[in-house]
């Protein structure tokens, strides 16, 4: 089982919160589009099951809705070159509602892709323009109901929380426009301020005033009440589905399957090493069709990284970090050395420990970040 990610990096305009690699000029659009499939080729043994049909594909960005229908024909034409593909795969396309006019859904509909993730980020007309995003408050609910008008069901949303405001009630009907809408999946991040953004620069010359962490977790504590009432899972932190409805593609990064990264400052997993590729896209374009080379850095993971790896991304699912394998497959272990911590953790109510599972609660999750860190292990000391 592995997965495509392919990133897609143009954007119509930079969103004040957004860290992703992108560029607003679409100059390179049509060259980039050439290197992409051009990697494709030079890349399809990379994964260690090459051949196996792939599970996933992932258009994301950036913003893929950008590319035009001819442009996505072209890129899907070769992956059917260069991959075998399941016919049950899943192909997820991030859209942003301003590009899902009728055409484009059309276009959408008469490819390959079987699923959608929009970003509307909220239903709020003033917090969409704190924001810088492209679309209004009313395209928001226009282009799910539109998308589910032109055939598409399996339709993810993003929502954005802990956007400073005077009290709660935006989000609160952000929720109620959310639930609405009936999706059956929703991702919903805290707003976080990156230092190399528009909001960290204006935090910075103190334009900007994050809210404080009260805020943020009171709107967290919501959030988990309004989706679990209307019978959503929260199978991770930040993602919630109706059951049976969690993005396969996602999901399989959390439990460490192996997955191919194409296009600038695409991440690739081998099960052994990670590869990056450069954030700059003339030099990737460069590269690649000039060079026939991919302008990557490769990093070995010691069975350490592997260890620390599994647990991060395993305490943030609800299937926990399985500490048993951990010691026996990974090499760490936990119940030994960090007994007392653990033992705080539940008795903290922060965590729960059964069969050897660690699951965070929803007052960890809070913290996740923090346990995280505080359970990851150091490598020894030179000499030690």
């Not at 099951?49 to 994301?60: H, K, N, S």
């Not at 679309?135 to 949303?157: C, D, L, P, T, W």
């Not at 919630?240 to 400052?265: M, T």
Request: proline share 5%; glycine share 6%; aromatic share 8%.
């Amino acid at each position: 089982m592995s997965g495509l990610y392919l990133h897609i990096p143009f954007c119509k305009q930079a969103c004040h919160y957004c860290d992703f690699h992108f560029s607003t000029s679409l100059g390179l659009k049509e060259r980039f589009v050439e290197a992409l499939m051009k990697e494709m080729a030079l890349r399809q043994n990379y994964l260690p099951d090459a051949g196996a049909p792939l599970q996933t594909i992932y258009f994301g960005g950036g913003t893929p809705s950008l590319l035009t229908g001819a442009e996505l024909a072209r890129i899907f034409d070769a992956i059917y070159a260069n991959f075998a593909v399941s016919p049950q795969a899943e192909i997820t396309l991030e859209a942003n509602p301003d590009d899902l006019g009728p055409a484009k859904l059309a276009e959408l509909a008469a490819s390959p892709v079987n699923r959608l993730s929009i970003g509307l980020q909220s239903f709020h007309e003033p917090h969409l323009r704190l924001m810088n995003r492209a679309h209004s408050a009313q395209e928001s609910g226009q282009a799910v109901r539109a998308a589910q008008a032109a055939g598409f069901e399996n339709i993810s949303v993003d929502l954005i929380y802990g956007v400073p405001a005077a009290s709660h009630a935006i989000w609160e009907d952000d929720l109620a426009h959310l639930l609405a809408l009936n999706v059956p999946h929703v991702s919903a991040y805290a707003l976080t301020i990156e230092p190399d953004t528009a909001f960290g620069r204006r935090l910075r010359k103190g334009t900007f005033v994050a809210p404080p962490e009260e805020f943020v977790a009171r709107q967290f504590e919501t959030l988990l009440t309004s989706l679990r009432a209307h019978g959503y899972e929260q199978y991770e932190i930040s993602n919630f589905c109706q059951p049976g409805r969690e993005s396969r593609h996602n999901a399989n990064y959390w439990r460490g399957v192996p997955y191919l990264g194409l296009g600038p400052s695409a991440h690739s997993f081998d099960g052994r090493s990670r590869q990056y590729a450069v954030a700059n896209n003339p030099q990737y374009v460069a590269a690649v069709l000039e060079r026939g080379e991919v302008p990557a850095t490769v990093e070995q993971l010691s069975p350490l990284d592997q260890a620390n790896e599994y647990l991060l991304t395993t305490l943030r699912t609800s299937r926990g970090c399985d500490l048993a394998h951990l010691r026996d497959a990974l090499g760490l272990n936990l119940l030994a050395e960090r007994a007392d911590y653990l033992a705080s953790l539940t008795d903290q109510g922060m965590a729960t420990l059964e069969r050897d599972v660690l699951r965070l609660t929803d007052a960890g999750k809070l913290l996740a970040d923090h346990i995280t860190l505080e359970l990851f292990a150091e490598a020894p000391a030179a000499g030690a």
